[in-house]
């Protein structure tokens, strides 16, 4: 079955820090998506990233990195150089491939609570 | 980018009442919407995957005469929590993806808090 685990609940940090939000997940499928969303105080779910099991190159966008193992069902986060605007909760989530028609779903993790304090 | 635009962002109504989410991709035509509930600190639970001109197909456990859904147009999605109360008081969101392939990201409304009284 598909799971998405997020161990940290929640984690603070001090401005500047850099902070690394785990994500470990289980799927059966070889062809699978994973995806990291930001969700705000506001509530609205920002799309992050996007990664296909058969793209283990790590990606990089400003302060944003990501860390894909397929060797340990892994796909961390990290924020370099946090800053106070980055206080959100952030949930990684698990598609598997679209096969026959059918539309599966995304499922998520728990979220981690990142506050970064001034 | 994709733009998601959900309407309203807040209902407070009297318990009994029936309250009607919408949920409408501005800048693509979305096959595939997603309704989604969230209880503070909690993560989102998948209630129905909404699919244009077809019936939505209900998560184990979603009451579906509860829940309506109806999706009439590549646009526009839109949740009805029929007799509505306090229990039913959540965080609702919508999403809609681009495509039918699952490598489409999906993109999310701002959501709406229900508060039944």
């Known amino acids: 079955a598909q799971k998405v685990t997020q161990a940290q609940t929640e984690i603070s940090v001090v401005e500047k820090e850099d902070v690394t939000l785990d994500c470990v997940y289980e799927?059966?499928?070889?062809?699978?998506?994973l995806f990291w969303y930001k969700q705000p105080p506001s509530g609205e779910l920002v799309f992050l990233i996007r990664r296909n099991s058969f793209d283990e190159q790590n990606e990089i966008s400003g302060r944003y990195s990501w860390n894909f193992q397929k060797s340990t069902s892994s796909f961390n986060f990290t924020i370099t150089a946090s800053q106070v605007v980055d206080s959100a909760v952030y949930f990684c989530?698990?598609?598997?491939?679209?096969?026959?028609?059918?539309?599966?779903?995304?499922?998520f993790g728990t979220g981690t609570l990142l506050a970064v304090q001034p | 980018g994709a733009v998601v635009s959900q309407h309203p962002s807040w209902v407070i109504c009297k318990s009994g009442t029936s309250v009607k989410i919408e949920c409408r991709s501005l800048?693509?035509?979305?096959?595939?919407m997603f309704w989604y509930r969230q209880f503070p600190k909690q993560s989102l639970m998948l209630m129905a995957t909404?699919?244009?001109?077809?019936?939505?197909?209900?998560e184990q456990g979603v009451e579906k005469d509860k829940f309506l859904i109806n999706h009439a147009s590549l646009t526009l999605s839109t949740l009805t929590v029929t007799s509505a109360h306090p229990e039913d008081s959540s965080f609702y969101i919508c999403?809609?993806?681009?495509?039918?392939?699952?490598?489409?990201?999906?993109?999310f409304g701002d959501g709406t808090r229900l508060s039944i009284l």
């Open positions: 799927t059966r499928d070889t062809t699978y998506y």
């Open positions: 909404s699919n244009e001109g077809s019936k939505a197909t209900y």
């Open positions: 800048d693509f035509q979305a096959t595939t």
């Open positions: 999403s809609a993806r681009r495509g039918q392939g699952n490598n489409q990201p999906q993109h």
């Open positions: 989530a698990l598609s598997e491939a679209f096969y026959g028609g059918a539309t599966n779903k995304l499922i």
